[in-house]
């Protein structure tokens, strides 16, 4: 009965069926994501989107650190907070695409050595070509060849 209940709120919305409210970010130094709220002091994630949860996770972990926060200052602060999570989200997007393109390069080159039907030690040769065409036309791309197992 309770699993149903559950089941049927997910599927209402992304936060267990509850609405985000935006001045909880103002008032608990939190964020709305798509599935969840992440607080952006410890970058904890809330799973239920209820304020009593917000307010409690809040209180018994920033409350004595946070409370000395009034006004403009505390906008400030949260602005410094959700830029600093945002570029930290970034950084391991870039890097997850990154290492997603390397694996699958090294897939592709790895099969076509394969039909060549040349042995697996031209892998070494052909990355250090890479690396060298790299160098020279897309020094940003220099990591990525670094990255691949040949
Ligand atoms: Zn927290």
């Given at each position: 009965?309770?699993?149903?209940?559950?089941?049927?709120?997910?599927?209402?919305?992304?936060?267990?069926?509850?609405?985000?409210?935006?001045?909880?970010?103002?008032?608990?130094?939190?964020?709305?994501?798509?599935?969840?709220?992440?607080?952006?002091?410890?970058?904890?994630?809330?799973?239920?989107?209820?304020?009593?949860?917000?307010n409690?996770?809040?209180?018994?972990?920033?409350?004595?650190?946070?409370?000395?926060?009034?006004?403009?200052?505390?906008?400030?602060?949260?602005?410094?907070?959700?830029?600093?999570?945002?570029?930290?989200?970034?950084?391991?997007?870039?890097?997850?695409?990154?290492?997603?393109?390397?694996?699958?390069?090294?897939?592709?080159?790895?099969?076509?050595?394969?039909?060549?039907?040349?042995?697996?030690c031209?892998?070494?040769?052909?990355?250090?070509?890479?690396k060298?065409?790299?160098k020279?036309?897309?020094p940003?791309?220099?990591?990525?060849v670094?990255?691949?197992?040949?």
């Amino acid at each position: 009965m309770a699993s149903a209940k559950r089941r049927r709120c997910d599927i209402e919305s992304g936060h267990g069926g509850r609405v985000f409210n935006p001045s909880w970010t103002t008032d608990y130094f939190v964020h709305e994501q798509i599935i969840s709220i992440r607080c952006l002091i410890c970058l904890e994630k809330i799973a239920v989107c209820k304020k009593y949860n917000v307010n409690r996770h809040y209180t018994t972990k920033h409350a004595v650190s946070y409370d000395k926060f009034k006004g403009q200052f505390r906008i400030d602060k949260i602005e410094l907070l959700k830029k600093t999570f945002l570029a930290q989200q970034s950084v391991m997007k870039t890097k997850v695409i990154s290492f997603y393109s390397a694996t699958k390069i090294s897939f592709l080159m790895a099969e076509a050595i394969a039909k060549s039907g040349k042995p697996f030690c031209t892998g070494d040769l052909l990355k250090n070509c890479l690396k060298i065409f790299c160098k020279e036309i897309c020094p940003k791309k220099t990591l990525t060849v670094e990255d691949l197992s040949l």
